[in-house]
């Protein structure tokens, strides 16, 4: 069944939300419109977003500035290798005053649920969140529970040569949407820093600008974008062409074509469009493919990275023919199909 397209008035309210969110997460972040950019469109396309660098980069500072922009519940677990599942997902206890189990949920059970340093943790622990981030939902002792919507996991981890790190396997990796590297910052961004950080923490000032329903809207908006049949084609393509590079021993799943459509159309609502361009979809293919990738020795030994993968088959696959959606880029907000 075809949706309905969202009225120019949705698409504005969206791309204002946007705007609030963007300009409270950047008081905190400093000098990173593009991850701010990249994090809001994980978000608002229902996706979760990872975030991968050495320590003391912001990662967790990006991640709870996010948290702090929505007024919603949050869930912090700071993931260790004796963390178990039913840390996560909470225990089933018996209370002896009234003869009955009663279950203690645990901090998955929120609607933003920040991971520190996941890769930290047992893979039996990591895999405790595999049901709930595909499923929104997690199952104890046989009997299964809704998480809140929406429900947003962004996890943060270290590299894995740095000691005291499980790799996250591959299917723990396709749950997750886009992965982000923050990056050591330049000279006159970290001046900046110290003067946001001289008298304070910036994240004590930060106030909520939207609320959990609002944004679990705006997610169904964002959804009922049009993408063109070029522009779909266009993403199979690419997801297809990993399948088969030499470079790689494991290419995109058809999960990544999913998601990276729907990572496209939220970064275009929040530019206020409402359709898709193949430019949203290049700008967002290296965050949202790269982490599923798996590089063969060949390519591990000359140094080829996955991300140097996905930059190669931007270059290679064609681009969509014109069409009247792709040409009024500029010209106008609606367009004929």
């Not at 622990?125 to 595999?130: D, F, G, R, S, V």
């Not at 002792?141 to 919507?149: F, N």
């Not at 591959?170 to 910052?185: C, H, K, N, T, W």
Request: aromatic fraction near 4%; proline fraction near 9%; include cysteine.
């Amino acid at each position: 069944m075809m949706s309905v397209p969202p009225a120019p008035a949705e698409i504005d309210h969206l791309a204002a939300v946007g705007a609030r969110l963007s300009a409270a997460m950047s008081s905190v972040v400093v000098g990173r419109p593009d991850l701010v950019r990249t994090s809001l469109a994980v978000l608002l396309a229902g996706g979760h977003l990872l975030l991968e660098d050495v320590p003391g980069l912001g990662k967790t500072t990006l991640a709870k500035a996010l948290a702090r922009s929505i007024d919603c519940t949050v869930g912090r677990v700071q993931f260790t290798p004796d963390l178990l599942p039913s840390d996560l997902t909470g225990v089933t206890i018996y209370r002896p005053q009234t003869q009955e189990f009663e279950f203690r949920p645990g901090p998955v059970f929120a609607h933003v649920v920040i991971g520190d340093e996941i890769n930290r943790a047992s893979p039996k622990t990591q895999a405790a969140l595999l049901e709930c981030m595909q499923e929104a939902q997690t199952t104890v002792d046989g009997t299964t529970y809704p998480l809140p919507r929406p429900f947003f996991v962004v996890a943060t981890q270290n590299p894995v040569e740095m000691e005291g790190t499980y790799p996250l396997p591959e299917a723990q990796r396709d749950r997750f949407m886009a992965r982000l590297s923050v990056g050591y910052p330049d000279a006159a961004t970290e001046v900046e820093l110290l003067d946001r950080n001289e008298d304070g923490d910036p994240l004590d000032d930060l106030a909520p600008v939207t609320e959990a329903a609002e944004v679990e809207r705006l997610v169904a908006v964002a959804r009922r974008l049009h993408a063109s049949p070029a522009v779909k084609r266009y993403v199979v393509d690419l997801v297809a062409a990993t399948r088969t590079d030499n470079g790689l021993r494991l290419g995109a799943s058809p999960r990544a074509s999913v998601q990276l459509l729907r990572a496209a159309k939220a970064l275009a609502a929040l530019g206020g469009r409402d359709h898709v361009l193949p430019d949203d979809v290049q700008e967002l293919a290296v965050p949202v493919l790269a982490h599923r990738l798996l590089p063969s020795a060949q390519a591990r030994t000359s140094g080829r990275t996955t991300a140097d993968v996905v930059r190669a088959v931007l270059d290679q696959v064609p681009l969509p023919a014109a069409s009247p959606v792709l040409a009024s880029a500029g010209r106008g907000r609606r367009a004929a199909p």
